[in-house]
C-alpha cells in the first residue's frame, strides 16, 4: 500500500504540484517548429566564446556541450591521436587522454600558419601509422584559409574518425565573402569520403552546427600546388 505523507491543507498542495508535472510531461512533446526556436533562442541569448569557461582552472572558451561530446568522440573511436589546430580545448583533450592513459594531442597554436608544409610535414608523421586520428580546426585558423586547412588536413582523419570545424554557427564571413558553413559544405561538395554526424549535436545547443564530420572511407591523397588535396577513392 502506497503511503500518503501530504495531509490537511498540504494535500491540496500536492495535489497541484503533480498537475503541474503532468502539465510540464505533456509539454515535453513539442514541435519540430517549437525546438527550432527554443534552439534559436537559447543560441541567441548565450554569452558565446568571448566569454570563456573554465577547465581546471585554465579557460575555454570551447562550448562545454561540445567539450562533453569530444570525449564521447574520443572514448568512442579510441583516439590514438587528436590533432587540435587553434582550438581553445586542446589542454582538455589533453588531460582526457592522461585519465584514460590513451591517445596523445598534437597541439598547433593559434597564429600559426597551420598550412605551412613543414608544419603539414610534422602533423603527417605524427599520425603516420595510427588507426584512429580525428582532427579539431578552431575558430582562430583563420576564416580565409579554413578551405586549405581542410583540404590540407582531412587526409589525416582514419575512417570512422572524426573532421571536427569549430564555430559554424555564425553568419559572419570570410574577407573572400564565405562564411565558416559555407566554407564546410563546399569541402563536403567535394569530398564524399565525409558526411555530417548531426548525432552529435544530441544536446540542441553547439557551437558547430554542421560541423561535426565523420570520415565514412578512405581517401587518396595527392600533392598539388604546395597543398594536399584529396579525392575518394
Known amino acids: 500500500m502506497r503511503a500518503t505523507f501530504a495531509v490537511g491543507r498540504y494535500q491540496r498542495y500536492a495535489a497541484r504540484l503533480r498537475e503541474i ?41 570551447t562550448c562545454p556541450l561540445d567539450l562533453w561530446i569530444y570525449q564521447e568522440i574520443a572514448h568512442e573511436t579510441r583516439a590514438e591521436v587528436i590533432v587540435a589546430l587553434a582550438t581553445s580545448s586542446a589542454h582538455c583533450l589533453t588531460d582526457l587522454c592522461r585519465m584514460t592513459s590513451r591517445g596523445e594531442v598534437l597541439s598547433i597554436d593559434p597564429g600559426t600558419d597551420v598550412t605551412a608544409l613543414d608544419l603539414l610535414g610534422v602533423a603527417h608523421a605524427a599520425t603516420d601509422g595510427r588507426t584512429s586520428v580525428t582532427v579539431i580546426i578552431g ?3 583563420g576564416d580565409d584559409q579554413l ?14 574518425g572524426y573532421l571536427v570545424v569549430e564555430d559554424t554557427q555564425g553568419a559572419v564571413a570570410s574577407p573572400r565573402g564565405v562564411s565558416r558553413s559555407q566554407t564546410v559544405d563546399a569541402f563536403l561538395d567535394r569530398n564524399s569520403s565525409f558526411v555530417v554526424d548531426h548525432s ?23 600533392i598539388a600546388s604546395g597543398f594536399i588535396h584529396q579525392t575518394a577513392s
Open 21 to 61: 508535472g503532468r502539465r510540464a510531461g505533456r509539454r515535453l512533446y513539442i514541435s519540430a517548429g517549437q525546438e527550432r526556436f527554443i534552439v534559436s533562442e537559447f543560441r541567441r541569448s548565450y554569452p558565446g566564446s568571448d566569454v570563456a569557461a573554465w577547465w581546471m582552472g585554465r579557460a575555454a572558451s
Open 139 to 141: 575558430s582562430t585558423a
Open 147 to 160: 578551405a586549405e586547412v581542410l583540404d590540407a588536413y582531412s587526409t589525416l582523419v582514419t575512417v570512422d
Open 200 to 222: 552529435r549535436e544530441k544536446f540542441y545547443f553547439t557551437f558547430n552546427p554542421g560541423g561535426f564530420l565523420r570520415r565514412q572511407r578512405p581517401l587518396r591523397a595527392e
